[in-house]
């Protein structure tokens, strides 16, 4: 899986400076009137959490990350929040004490991604078929019966560069493979590379990931996210 120790000192300069509308990611989960017990997947810096904890101060909210650095300034962030409790986890062997009624992910360990009116497909941060299977099995183990998992939906992927709020330069270079994509992150300042980070990423068709989450009783709900910021499904089993 990804480790995202080097960028973690920028992520969030260059997530805030466009990257993700956080305010929109947060209207789209509180749209699901969620009542306890929600899960963030691959949490970061704990960006998305702070919306909804000042949208909604007594509902509880687990967060849990990869990445050590990253959880450290979640939690400087999060420490307002008495409802949000934070866990360094791997999703391959989650293991937290209560099941939930919502979990999400937005460009955590898994999204979706859409191109048109092209079928979407699943983008993974685990390379290794075996351990995405063992991350939706226990992922499975932690969600309720009847409770909902959404996975973001981002556009198509490109290499671009661009100049962010601290003045440097954020980059991105996308190499396909055989299972999927690698991408390449840069951040320079000048002529200084000040962050150079490889994340290797596998990829489903939209049948394979519904085989998948399916195997662990997830099922796709074709219901439309108002903002087209999520795909929906529900633990059927």
């Known amino acids: 899986m990804g480790d995202y120790t080097n960028m973690a000192g920028y992520y969030d300069v260059i997530m805030t400076s ?11 989960l509180v749209a699901h009137q969620p009542q306890r017990n929600v899960l963030e997947i691959g949490c970061g810096t704990g960006l998305i959490l702070e ?57 955590g360990v898994w999204y979706f991604v859409m191109d048109g009116e092209k079928e979407p497909f699943l983008v993974s941060h685990i390379s290794d078929a075996h351990a995405n299977e063992l991350g939706f099995e226990h992922l499975a183990k932690h969600m309720a019966l009847g409770s909902t998992l959404l996975l973001g939906i981002q556009g198509p992927h490109h290499d671009y560069e661009t100049v962010i709020s601290n003045g ?31 994340v290797h990423y596998r990829t489903y068709t939209f049948d394979q990931a519904q085989a998948l989450m ?17 795909l929906q499904f529900k633990k059927v089993n």
Request: glycine share 6%.
């Open 51 to 107: 919306e909804l904890a000042k949208r909604q101060p007594k509902l509880p909210i687990t967060g849990i990350d990869l990445t050590e650095p990253m959880l450290s300034i979640a939690q400087k962030r999060l420490a307002p929040f008495p409802t949000v409790s934070l866990s360094q986890q791997n999703i391959t062997e989650l293991a937290l004490d209560e099941t939930h009624e919502l979990a999400f992910s937005y460009g």
């Open 18 to 28: 466009g990257y993700y509308d956080y305010e929109k990611i947060v209207d789209s």
């Open 214 to 230: 399916g195997a662990y009783g997830f099922e796709f709900v074709a219901q439309k996210d108002a903002n087209q910021l999520f």
């Open 168 to 198: 440097m330069t954020y980059s991105q270079k996308i190499d396909p493979t055989d299972i999927g994509f690698t991408k390449h992150y840069y951040l320079q300042d000048g002529d200084h590379t000040v962050m150079d980070q490889t």
